[in-house]
């Protein structure tokens, strides 16, 4: 029905169109039927990815012949690579491909990548030659590791195009303007973590197993893609303004303006701040934003960019785009804490692994069957699969009813709870890693070998303390770090949005390296003393790194907090875009919520 009345011909109110820019019916596309091909999707790709990066580690060490502290370092970088590159992706989703594009583009770049890296894992001539009898071990050419090193980027420029814009794809899918489709969109997030923990569980055990024993050639990216593809016809699409035009130079545009006018007075009446008539908006399908009081985090100083005066035309914005400018500028300073958690996150696939390869991995003494060190992440992801569902159909109704908040918490309430479960378990960890270290030391395991150090007749199952913790902690930080920044984002950056929550990933896992090299060359500088974490970790203090971290997430957690409490949420929009166009239209106001605890 062309009036929107009655369900089955109700057009969305969110400006949602197919790919061609023609409105979609609310019955024909959209809902969770398309958020299937999605989080299918979700599941085969995270199946792919963390094939590759969760046992990246023990092939640079076991085949590439690297240190303990090199092959860390370098699985890090390349973490913090694939983490960092979205930024690209949204980039060029919100300018000018539009993310469905991006996302197909991304994916073809990331199959690039998966095919040379199996390339570089299968032929024999881009492999070093295993170690010798005498234990010496051939160091790989350079020929090898540009082939291999080289799958691994390509593989992070391709996540650049994909990983920003999947999961806003997904998003996209609900109205905001329709009371029951708003209310699914809530449980979105949780329920697409929820595939990306299943794929996680599946590639640390099964493919883990695979790679360890059978081949390291196993992938399953082509069936991700083919996945999301299949479900073209069901999705609905956000268009992109008429000119196209990037958020980033908009942003620049405005702090060069404000200081440009740094010396222009700011009226006390907003009204007479530049500002385009709604009509505008309404015809490129966006919603105009009014100015925010002088309460939180204002940064009145950017409102001087959309002062009238006798400055170049260039100088002068509208209040829509300084107004969309504050709202990522107040992520900024939160982005800058969650960096810690992400680096301790990085500690998993590296260090974890690591302590898992010097002890017994035999499930029972009489048992043949051993356990691949990497396979411990799988109960990272178990807790998180349990965690995430009860904390969406238990914990949320149930708070729900006494804050009477949708979400049952706030979101940085979330973050913030992750983060104190964090302190908790790297301190349980170093003190796990303690009981490790003095087993080995009664032991006298302390010469060095190639796979970083000797096997102690101790279960690997004493980690599983430090595992089921972090995944409890990842549970509520990782939804609701992406639900955030997804959610405070301007309307016209969601995929930017998606992307600076996923920076926080990158400069954690450089975080990470960095530290760990600092602690190395810091702690093995003296003749005398025991490193904190050398290639034999039996021999190493790696206790007293982990409670090094463990007193930095404290630290960070205290300023998140701090942070928190200034905070304030971005108001939610009541009209739909069909309404700022009507003759009554009145300015959409972005006025804040008041301050909320984290």
């Given at each position: 029905?062309?009036?929107?009345?009655?369900?089955?011909g109700?057009?969305t109110?969110d400006?949602s169109?197919?790919?061609?820019?023609?409105?979609?019916?609310?019955?024909?596309?959209?809902?969770?039927?398309?958020?299937?091909?999605?989080?299918?999707?979700?599941?085969?790709?995270?199946?792919?990815?963390?094939?590759?990066?969760?046992?990246?580690?023990?092939?640079?060490?076991?085949?590439?012949?690297?240190?303990?502290?090199?092959?860390?370092?370098?699985?890090?970088?390349?973490?913090?690579?694939?983490?960092?590159?979205?930024?690209?992706?949204?980039?060029?989703?919100?300018?000018?491909?539009?993310?469905?594009?991006?996302?197909?583009?991304?994916?073809?770049v990331?199959?690039?990548?998966?095919?040379?890296?199996?390339?570089?894992?299968?032929?024999?001539?881009?492999?070093?030659?295993?170690?010798?009898?005498?234990?010496?071990?051939?160091?790989?050419?350079?020929?090898?590791?540009?082939?291999?090193?080289?799958?691994?980027?390509?593989?992070?420029?391709?996540?650049?195009?994909?990983?920003?814009?999947?999961?806003?794809?997904?998003?996209?899918?609900?109205?905001?303007?329709?009371?029951?489709?708003?209310?699914?969109?809530?449980?979105?997030?949780?329920?697409w973590?929820?595939?990306?923990?299943?794929?996680?569980?599946?590639?640390?055990?099964?493919?883990?197993?695979?790679?360890?024993?059978?081949?390291?050639?196993?992938?399953?990216?082509?069936?991700?893609?083919?996945?999301?593809?299949?479900?073209?016809?069901?999705?609905?699409?956000?268009?992109?303004?008429?000119?196209?035009?990037?958020?980033?130079?908009?942003?620049?545009?405005?702090?060069?303006?404000?200081?440009?006018?740094?010396?222009?007075?700011?009226?006390?009446?907003p009204?007479?701040?530049?500002?385009?008539?709604?009509?505008?908006?309404?015809?490129?399908?966006?919603?105009?934003?009014?100015?925010?009081?002088?309460?939180?985090?204002?940064?009145?100083?950017?409102?001087?960019?959309?002062?009238?005066?006798?400055?170049?035309?260039?100088?002068?914005?509208?209040?829509?785009?300084?107004?969309?400018?504050k709202?990522?500028?107040?992520?900024?300073?939160?982005?800058?804490?969650?960096?810690?958690?992400?680096?301790?996150?990085?500690?998993?696939?590296?260090?974890?692994?690591?302590?898992?390869?010097?002890?017994?991995?035999?499930?029972?003494?009489?048992?043949?069957?051993?356990?691949?060190?990497?396979?411990?992440?799988?109960?990272?992801?178990?807790?998180?699969?349990?965690?995430?569902?009860?904390?969406?159909?238990?914990?949320?109704?149930?708070?729900r009813?006494?804050?009477?908040?949708?979400?049952?918490?706030?979101?940085?309430?979330?973050?913030?709870?992750?983060?104190?479960?964090?302190?908790?378990?790297?301190?349980?960890?170093?003190?796990?890693?303690?009981?490790?270290?003095?087993?080995?030391?009664?032991?006298?395991?302390?010469?060095?070998?190639?796979?970083?150090?000797?096997?102690?007749?101790l279960?690997?199952?004493?980690?599983?303390?430090?595992?089921?913790?972090?995944?409890?902690?990842?549970?509520?930080?990782?939804?609701?770090?992406?639900?955030?920044?997804?959610?405070?984002?301007?309307?016209?950056?969601?995929?930017?949005?998606?992307?600076?929550?996923?920076?926080?990933?990158?400069?954690?896992?450089?975080?990470?390296?960095?530290?760990?090299?600092?602690?190395?060359?810091?702690?093995?500088?003296?003749?005398?003393?025991?490193?904190?974490?050398?290639?034999?970790?039996?021999?190493?203090?790696?206790?007293?790194?982990?409670?090094?971290?463990?007193?930095?997430?404290?630290?960070?957690?205290?300023?998140?907090?701090?942070?928190?409490?200034?905070?304030?949420?971005?108001?939610?929009?009541?009209?739909?875009?069909?309404?700022?166009?009507?003759?009554?239209?009145?300015?959409v106001?972005s006025?804040?919520?008041?301050?909320?605890?984290?």
């Amino acid at each position: 029905m062309e009036n929107g009345e009655g369900e089955e011909g109700e057009y969305t109110k969110d400006g949602s169109v197919d790919l061609r820019g023609n409105p979609v019916l609310r019955s024909k596309r959209g809902g969770w039927t398309a958020c299937t091909f999605i989080v299918v999707y979700e599941l085969f790709e995270r199946m792919a990815y963390y094939g590759v990066a969760s046992n990246l580690v023990m092939y640079m060490t076991t085949k590439l012949h690297q240190g303990t502290v090199d092959a860390a370092n370098n699985v890090t970088n390349w973490a913090g690579t694939v983490f960092l590159t979205p930024l690209i992706g949204a980039f060029v989703a919100d300018a000018y491909l539009g993310r469905y594009w991006t996302f197909v583009a991304g994916s073809a770049v990331y199959l690039m990548g998966m095919l040379l890296l199996t390339l570089a894992v299968s032929v024999p001539a881009l492999k070093p030659p295993p170690c010798d009898a005498g234990g010496a071990c051939p160091r790989a050419s350079a020929l090898q590791l540009a082939v291999y090193f080289g799958g691994l980027y390509t593989i992070a420029l391709g996540h650049g195009g994909t990983k920003p814009n999947i999961s806003t794809i997904g998003a996209d899918q609900f109205d905001d303007f329709h009371p029951a489709e708003r209310l699914r969109k809530l449980s979105f997030f949780n329920w697409w973590m929820f595939s990306v923990f299943l794929g996680i569980l599946f590639s640390t055990t099964v493919l883990v197993y695979l790679q360890d024993n059978v081949s390291w050639a196993v992938g399953l990216r082509p069936a991700a893609a083919a996945v999301f593809l299949a479900g073209t016809p069901r999705y609905r699409h956000k268009p992109l303004p008429p000119k196209g035009g990037s958020p980033l130079a908009m942003m620049c545009k405005v702090l060069a303006a404000a200081a440009w006018k740094w010396r222009v007075k700011v009226p006390e009446d907003p009204r007479e701040l530049h500002e385009l008539e709604p009509e505008h908006y309404a015809s490129n399908r966006r919603r105009v934003v009014a100015t925010t009081s002088a309460t939180g985090w204002s940064m009145r100083f950017l409102d001087k960019a959309a002062v009238q005066s006798a400055a170049p035309p260039w100088a002068l914005c509208t209040v829509t785009e300084v107004e969309e400018t504050k709202q990522i500028a107040r992520l900024l300073p939160l982005l800058f804490t969650l960096s810690v958690p992400c680096a301790l996150m990085a500690q998993v696939g590296t260090l974890f692994v690591k302590q898992g390869a010097t002890l017994d991995r035999r499930v029972v003494s009489s048992s043949s069957f051993r356990v691949p060190p990497a396979s411990l992440g799988a109960f990272v992801t178990l807790t998180m699969l349990v965690c995430v569902a009860l904390y969406d159909r238990v914990v949320v109704p149930a708070v729900r009813r006494r804050t009477k908040n949708p979400r049952g918490i706030t979101l940085l309430q979330r973050i913030g709870a992750g983060l104190l479960l964090q302190v908790v378990t790297m301190a349980t960890t170093a003190a796990v890693e303690n009981r490790r270290l003095s087993f080995a030391r009664s032991h006298h395991a302390v010469a060095a070998t190639a796979g970083g150090g000797h096997e102690l007749p101790l279960t690997i199952f004493i980690l599983l303390p430090q595992f089921v913790l972090m995944g409890a902690a990842d549970a509520l930080l990782v939804p609701g770090m992406i639900e955030f920044f997804y959610d405070q984002s301007p309307e016209s950056m969601k995929s930017l949005g998606t992307a600076i929550s996923l920076t926080a990933y990158g400069a954690g896992s450089f975080l990470s390296s960095a530290i760990l090299s600092l602690v190395q060359r810091a702690t093995a500088s003296g003749s005398s003393s025991t490193p904190w974490v050398a290639n034999d970790l039996n021999a190493s203090r790696l206790d007293r790194y982990y409670a090094f971290l463990a007193a930095l997430a404290a630290a960070n957690l205290l300023v998140f907090v701090a942070l928190s409490c200034r905070y304030t949420y971005r108001a939610e929009f009541t009209e739909t875009v069909d309404d700022v166009a009507g003759p009554d239209a009145s300015r959409v106001h972005s006025e804040p919520q008041a301050p909320m605890a984290p």
